[in-house]
T-cell receptor, first 114, second 112 residues
Framework: GAVVSQHPSRVICKSGTSVKIECRSL??????MFWYRQFPKKSLMLMAT?????????EQGVEKDKFLINHASLTLSTLTVTSAHPEDSSFYIC??????????FGQGTRLTVV | AQTVTQSQPEMSVQEAETVTLSCTYD???????LFWYKQPPSRQMILVIR??????QNATENRFSVNFQKAAKSFSLKISDSQLGDAAMYFC?????????FGKGTKLSVIP
């Protein structure tokens, strides 16, 4: 199957700093990628839809200025958590949509803000 | 609101036995796709099986099969000959216009 690589897999940062998470589709072009947040023992909650060459579409309740999404190429979307706080600690997962309509997921990033 | 409901937070099955995970959904759309995803302890989301809503035939992938009842908006997953490696969280999801909506998940344990 198609491969989506997410990096880093784990990151610890200090409160107030920013963290960038990358999501790459390695063997296909993805005009659309998605960013999810998953709390412990919970389901995936869609944060935003990332569209190549245009602004991301955020779900209700997700702060655009806090979770910056950039989709500058057909194989890369980035999520930057700005001015991170302990409550931002979570597991973040990206997925990339292939032309067939199939979604492939990255390995996820565990963010810990101390 | 469009929702996906998994009524079983946890299930267990004896190795080599069969288990069925339940899922119901609510949508007013007629064109959609249904999925079961597996999330093992590594937390990598893995597609188990998919079903197109317009197809009446139930999807099957080796030991995994679904019982799709469109009128009842039900989409259960049957795992036959359960293996230790099947232990994971299982999420039911549907997709409308490329956006996936997930249920809360069912944690499946496999007893040796």
């Amino acid at each position: 199957g198609a491969v989506v690589s997410q990096h880093p897999s784990r990151v610890i940062c200090k409160s107030g700093t920013s963290v960038k998470i990358e999501c790459r589709s390695l063997d296909f072009q993805a005009t659309t990628m998605f960013w999810y947040r998953q709390f412990p023992k919970k389901s995936l909650m869609l944060m935003a839809t990332s569209n190549e060459g245009s602004k991301a579409t955020y779900e209700q309740g997700v702060e655009k200025d806090k979770f910056l999404i950039n989709h500058a190429s057909l194989t890369l979307s980035t999520l930057t958590v700005t001015s991170a706080h302990p409550e931002d600690s979570s597991f973040y997962i990206c997925s990339a949509l292939r032309g067939s309509g199939e979604a492939f997921f990255g390995q996820g990033t565990r963010l810990t803000v101390v | 609101a469009q929702t996906v409901t998994q009524s079983q937070p946890e299930m267990s099955v004896q190795e080599a036995e069969t288990v069925t995970l339940s899922c119901t959904y609510d949508t007013s759309e007629s064109d959609y796709y249904l999925f079961w995803y597996k999330q093992p302890p590594s937390r990598q989301m893995i597609l188990v099986i998919r079903q197109e809503a317009y197809k009446q035939q139930n999807a099957t992938e080796n030991r995994f099969s679904v019982n799709f009842q469109k009128a009842a908006k039900s989409f259960s997953l049957k795992i036959s000959d359960s293996q230790l490696g099947d232990a994971a969280m299982y999420f039911c999801a549907y997709r409308i216009s490329y956006q996936l909506t997930f249920g809360k998940g069912t944690k499946l344990s496999v007893i040796p």
